[in-house]
Each structure stands twice: as C-alpha cells, then as structure tokens.
C-alpha cells in the first residue's frame, strides 16, 4: 500500500466476486489529496461496485482499501471519519424538512454545527426551501440534499457516485462548481463516478477508466481525453474547398462532406487551431470551425479497444 502522505484513496488489488462472476478484477489506483479525480467506465465495469467496497457498503473478495493511510476494513472508524459519501439513491425522512434531515444526520457525525447546515444549504441551493418536507422535492432537489449529507462534517474525501444524476444542466454545472470550488481552494478530495464525459472532461483534475473490472487507462484528464477530440466540424461561407487536396495534408486523415457546406475532418495529430490556420492560409471562407464532442459511447469504444462493456 501506499506510504505517501498526499495520497486520500488508495486502492491495491482490489477484487470483488459473485459467484463466478467477477466485478471487479485485481484493481489498483490512487486518487492524490486535493484533487477532483473522475471514475468512468461503461454500463457494468465495476464503477458502483468499486465505489460501495470503498465505503465499506460491500466486503472485497481480495485486495486492499485505504483513506488516508487507513484500512477500510481493519481501521473503518478512523478512517471513514474523514469521507463524505452518496454511493446509492440517497434516503431521507421525507416528512421532515431539508434541515431537520441534516440535523438529525450531523447527530451521527458530530460536532455539525446549525451554522454549518445553513452554510451547505446554501451553497447546495436549497436554502429558500430547507423547511420544506423533503416529499415535496423533486427528484434533482433530492440530489442536492444527499450531497449536502455527504458534506456534513466536513470530510476531506467525498466519494460521490453520479451525484448529479436527474439534475438539470443548470444544476449540474452549479453543483460541479461549487465541489471544484472547495478542491481548489480547500483542499477537499472529490472521487466521482460519472455517466456523463463532458462533466469530468470539464470538472476533474484526473480520470480513471475501468472496463470489466480492470483498469484500461489513467492520468491527467487533458492527457488522456485530448487523444480522442481529433474531429472538427468545418462550415464555410461559400463554395468548400477541393477536399482531395485537402487530403494531401498529412495532418488530416479523413473528411466526409455534410449537408450545408460542412466538412467533417478527422486530424491526425493535429488541433483545430492548426486546421484553421491551414484554411486560412488556403484562403477559404470559413464561417464556423468547431471541435465535435466525442460521445460517451465513442470515448469507451476508443479506449477499450472497441469493447464496450
């Protein structure tokens, strides 16, 4: 295991088995404090499994988990002190109002302070409704209230598991700014698993990719997704250029003709801004020159090799 200091989550050969089906398979990784580390993977990787041995919701077939130097299983109290969790669909008194619920809950914990509540109230958007029974919130609302559970306390890890699931963009981005935020500038360590690519594409510092229970790549998030944003949408203001002499470029390595002027033009170890100087320098009329957006689906068939899941 690790003996580094920075490290918040460490996990070492982690195996999890049910029956002959394995869920997860001799996985190792390391999520460094201070850092908002995505976890993603396809429809049965092992991404939840992961997520409920670490919080010791579900006993490893073999392997070791530690938080902070602590063993999940053989130190649980000290080490599940400093974690903040929502790993499942959150559960609430729904006759109780948001506050009562994260009173009762900073019981448990401890030391949670009423100007503590107020303050996660706040910042989680429900402060105009924390009198509010909890059955009359919509299913985003109550997303927002078990991330405010998971913040009580204020642990230094929060494993999080698609805490944004059922919010709408608006929400999504105030959430995810708001963790980004509190990593930043207090030094919290955030561990989520999402569906969504562009949420860690955009949020997280590192990422973790699993597919059937292995892990298939990790690293810094621009070094691992940068690799798979080769394709630009190119709209010209008037007649396109010839694309078979566009194809003698040895950057480009496809383009299809869309509808509308458009081209389609898949780079081969190049980057928008280097296709647009090239046109330029061509002397094409270019109205709009944009990076298209890989699909989730076509990110984990990429960097599986095409299995996905």
Request: charged share 25%.
């Amino acid at each position: 295991m690790s003996s580094d200091d920075n490290v918040a989550l460490c996990l070492d050969e982690v195996c999890k088995s049910y029956g002959r089906i394995l869920a997860v398979d001799h996985l190792s990784l390391e999520v460094r404090a201070g850092e908002m580390a995505g976890f993603l993977g396809p429809n049965g990787a092992g991404k939840s499994t992961t997520l409920y041995m670490t919080t010791r919701l579900v006993h490893p077939s073999g392997g070791e988990i530690e938080i902070f130097g602590r063993n999940v299983w053989d130190d649980f109290k000290r080490a599940i002190r400093y974690v903040g969790t929502m790993v499942e669909t959150p559960s609430f008194y729904e006759y109780l109002s948001a506050r009562k619920n994260l009173e009762l809950m900073g019981r448990l914990r401890g030391n949670v302070s009423d100007r503590e509540i107020g303050e996660i109230l706040e910042r989680i958007g429900l402060f105009e409704r924390q009198n509010s029974k909890v059955s009359t919130y919509s299913h985003g609302m109550k997303q927002r209230l078990g991330l405010g559970m998971a913040l009580l306390g204020q642990p230094r890890l929060l494993v999080l598991d698609e805490p944004t699931n059922g919010m709408d963009p608006e929400g999504t981005r105030e959430i995810l700014s708001f963790l980004q935020e509190k990593v930043r500038n207090d030094g919290l360590t955030v561990f989520i698993s999402s569906h969504l690519l562009y949420e860690v594409e955009e949020y997280c510092d590192r990422v973790f990719v699993i597919n059937h229970g292995h892990l298939v790549s990790s690293g810094k998030v621009k070094e691992i997704l940068a690799p798979h944003e080769n394709v630009v949408l190119v709209s010209f203001g008037g007649k396109p250029p010839d694309p078979k002499a566009l194809m003698r470029e040895e950057g480009i390595e496809r383009i299809e003709s869309l509808p509308g002027e458009v081209f389609e033009i898949t780079l081969a170890n190049r980057d928008a801004a280097w296709l647009n100087d090239l046109l330029f320098k061509r002397g094409c009329k270019v109205s709009a020159l944009t990076p298209k957006r890989k699909t989730l689906k076509e990110f984990f068939l990429a960097i599986t090799g095409g299995q996905n899941g």
